[in-house]
């Protein structure tokens, strides 16, 4: 037993040291100086929402170094206890405890995206199936609200349109929180639901799909620059999801890029401008991934990788008939309670399609 304790503290150790390496520790050892000497610059709180995002960033850094610290702290006491005979069998429920700790810190480096630790945009469409399609589109946002109410996150509705009998035909949401673009940019695809429709007499099997879209909140100083002249600006009075608690608005404004076609709307600030400016922060974001993909893609195609269309990928189904069956088609990753799925329990599919995603780029 011994012996035994001795090298799973040894694999530990190792382990550690590894994701120190992975998760660039002494970097952000030397960053966590950096911003604590900004501190100290006596016109720090003049832009108050600036001097508010690093002291976040600040708070994460040392919470993540703090981890590090404990970790090392427990795995050299192990060390200890494991060489001494009579303390030996008493560290069980310790080593349980570092494996489960570097667990954590291990899906971190899930999360190596440049914006993958910020603000997501996610946008829900409604596709083929009518209405049924239109209710999925809703349920799904019901999905990722409670979710994100889960991980502690900050939610607020963009815009939204309803279906004309039930559900929406569309809606943008920002979320705010740590690691919030990390987590729902696997989320992107195509979500097909099988069920027995409750908008036909006959209740017949229906299949119904909806896109979901996810855009980082890319900061001002990375955005593109957009011509005013490729821009066709509308304002329309909308009448916000009730369900949903949007308010009323006769300044909603649409943003249509045109060179792109992407078309951004925001309805539920407070003002026509406010609107116009939150809509084109979220044009400049997808604009900026736009540009990515276009990168990504063409490296792909020189490595002869051929890629499906976007919305032929769906990654995957929600199956309440004729059995109940939640499957990821990445990762075949399944769970049986679809129930759990949709009040929001999605954090399984979440980090196997991101080991899936790190192991097929490896």
Request: charged share 30%; glycine share 4%; aromatic share 6%.
């Amino acid at each position: 037993m011994q012996d035994e304790a001795a090298k799973q503290i040894e694999e530990m150790s190792k382990k550690l040291t590894d994701l120190k390496t992975e998760l660039n520790f002494d970097t952000k050892k030397k960053e966590l100086e950096k911003i604590k000497l900004d501190l100290t610059h006596p016109d720090f709180w003049q832009d108050r929402e600036k001097a508010e995002k690093i002291t976040h960033k600040l708070k994460n850094i040392q919470a993540e170094i703090k981890s590090f610290e404990d970790l090392d702290r427990k795995i050299s006491d192990a060390k200890e206890a494991a060489a001494d005979p009579e303390a030996a069998s008493q560290i069980k429920d310790e080593l349980q405890t570092i494996k489960s700790e570097l667990k954590k810190l291990e899906e971190k480096t899930l999360f190596s995206g440049q914006f993958d630790a910020g603000e997501a945009i996610l946008s829900i469409s409604a596709g083929t199936g009518g209405t049924d399609a239109q209710d999925w589109a809703e349920k799904l946002l019901r999905m990722y609200l409670r979710f994100s109410q889960q991980k502690g996150w900050k939610t607020k509705i963009i815009s939204i349109s309803s279906g004309e009998e039930a559900g929406i035909k569309n809606a943008t949401i920002e979320i705010a929180g740590d690691y919030a673009y990390g987590h729902l940019k696997v989320e992107q695809g195509v979500h097909r639901l099988v069920r027995k429709s409750p908008f036909n007499a006959q209740h017949l099997r229906q299949t119904s799909f909806a896109l979901v879209e996810a855009t980082p909140f890319v900061p001002e100083v990375t955005s593109i620059q957009i011509a005013e002249k490729d821009l066709k600006i509308e304002t329309f009075r909308a009448r916000g999801h009730g369900g949903q608690s949007v308010n009323t608005t006769d300044s909603a404004v649409r943003i249509t890029h045109l060179p792109s076609r992407i078309s951004v709307s925001c309805q539920n600030e407070r003002s026509q401008l406010q609107n116009k400016q939150t809509a084109l922060k979220i044009l400049q974001s997808r604009l900026y991934q736009l540009e990515q993909e276009k990168r990504e893609t063409s490296i792909e195609q020189e490595r002869g990788i051929i890629q499906q269309a976007k919305w032929g990928a769906q990654i995957r189904s929600y199956v309440m008939d004729p059995y109940k069956l939640v499957k990821d088609h990445r990762t075949n990753y399944e769970e049986k309670d679809i129930q759990k799925v949709l009040d929001g329990e999605i954090e399984s599919f979440i980090i196997n399609a991101l080991k899936n995603r790190k192991e097929s780029n490896a």
